[in-house]
């Protein structure tokens, strides 16, 4: 909703925020929704959230589904025709863990991941995705998990296509939901 007087115009937003281990969802007032910069790519393509002093953020009793989550995700056959630098959520299955690779401060790890027509492609985890989560990844590739990658982006050099992560993305594993339950059991079977 928008709304507009003499000296200031302001959009109400919803918000939803769930954890995906308890389901919890929140309340959150005041904050201040922006337009991004665009100097910064790594952030939301659409819209940035401020926390400021004025924020209230509540536990809510309400409860979300997350069945319509899934359908931004895509899949990885969809992904090459994305151009160079398109952000985006990626659902597939986890086919092999590379060991990291430190250079000074730069870390990174690559990840093999798979789809229903079994195209792979590489994943870069950089910095402490490289470290945390490629290190939970590992212990978990002989479980066949199914990573959900949410805010990725194409990264295509000297005609090599690949995904890697950005400051502002997440890596859920083995996500509750039917579309990535479905995969999971379509990959086992």
Known sequence: MSYKNSRHEWTFQTVILVDDETNKSYYIANGLLDRVNPNY???HKEIELSITDNTIIKE????VSTHNFSEGFVSLEHTEKLPNGAIFDLL?????VNPIIVKGDSKRREIVVTNE?????????????????????????NDQPVPGLCDVRVSKYRGT????????????INPVFPKAQDLHTWYTS
């Open 41 to 43: 790519t790594f952030v």
């Open 60 to 63: 809510s009793d309400h409860v």
């Open 92 to 96: 597939c299955m986890l086919v092999t």
């Open 117 to 141: 027509l079994m195209e792979r492609t590489t994943v870069t985890l950089w910095g402490d995705f490289a470290v945390h989560d490629g290190a939970f990844v590992e212990k978990l590739k």
């Open 161 to 172: 296509f690949g995904i890697s992560t950005i400051p502002v993305s997440s890596v859920l």
